[in-house]
């Protein structure tokens, strides 16, 4: 007779928050099919009710929410809101992925140390919108994205990895758009790997430890 197995031991729980399309959602729900990947994605929601990104979290079996931020008169009742939806499914990571609200310092301190944002641009470089637009009428030779540790500073918490991307002659702001898309593709899984592992963590408000060790910068890959 063979002796019993061991349950496996439960897995990180990712929760993402997104408004749109959800392209880096798909790109972290297909990362998390791998057998070896360390966490598992318990739940989407979006402020947008007919947001798609809920269409393909639908779609690869994942429970998803609505906290629809037009039914609510300010921002702080919108957060109370949307907090008590993630509270209710007790993530260990929240992810933001193309999340398109600014949350109040309340919201983000609850969730301090295990909230994650991409950014297209190569913080501190171009915080809030229009960033390929802005990279491109400052005559940038180099674009890319961010991954970030979320504080009450808006795009400005400690930065985990960045990707580099070059700009090239005759680019809009679409087609270096379609270029960082790729890189937040690719980076942002291994981010949230490197969080699922425990080799990740905030320090305070403004350091990062990897392997229990200060990192001094973020990572960045080079221009690809």
């Not at 947001?51 to 037009?70: C, K, N, P, S, Y």
């Not at 193309?98 to 109040?104: H, P, S």
């Not at 297209?120 to 009428?137: F, K, V």
């Not at 905030?202 to 200060?214: C, E, M, Q, Y």
Request: with cysteine; proline share 6%.
């Amino acid at each position: 007779m063979s002796g019993m197995q061991a349950d496996p031991v439960d897995k990180p729980r990712i929760l993402v928050l997104a408004s749109g399309s959800g392209t880096n959602l798909q790109a972290l729900i297909e990362a998390s099919r791998e057998r070896d990947f360390p966490g598992d994605i318990v739940a989407v929601g979006s402020n947008r009710p007919q947001a798609f990104a809920l269409e393909r979290a639908a779609q690869a079996g994942i429970e998803t929410f609505t906290v629809d931020h037009t039914r609510y008169e300010t921002r702080e009742a919108f957060d109370n809101a949307l907090r008590l939806e993630l509270e209710r499914r007790q993530p260990d990571l929240v992810v933001l992925a193309g999340f398109m609200r600014i949350l109040t310092e309340d919201f983000v301190r609850a969730f301090q140390g295990r909230m994650i944002n991409v950014h297209p641009s190569l913080l501190p470089r171009y915080r809030g919108l229009n960033t390929h637009q802005r990279a491109l009428d400052a005559g940038d030779e180099v674009h890319g994205v961010s991954i970030h540790f979320v504080t009450e500073d808006l795009d400005g918490g400690p930065v985990i990895a960045r990707a580099e991307v070059p700009v090239r002659p005759g680019d809009t702001a679409e087609t270096l758009a379609e270029r960082v898309q790729a890189r937040e593709h690719l980076l942002y899984p291994i981010v949230i790997r490197w969080f699922c592992e425990g080799r990740l963590q905030l320090a305070g408000n403004d350091r990062i430890l990897f392997d229990d060790v200060p990192v001094p910068e973020a990572l960045t890959l080079p221009a690809a």
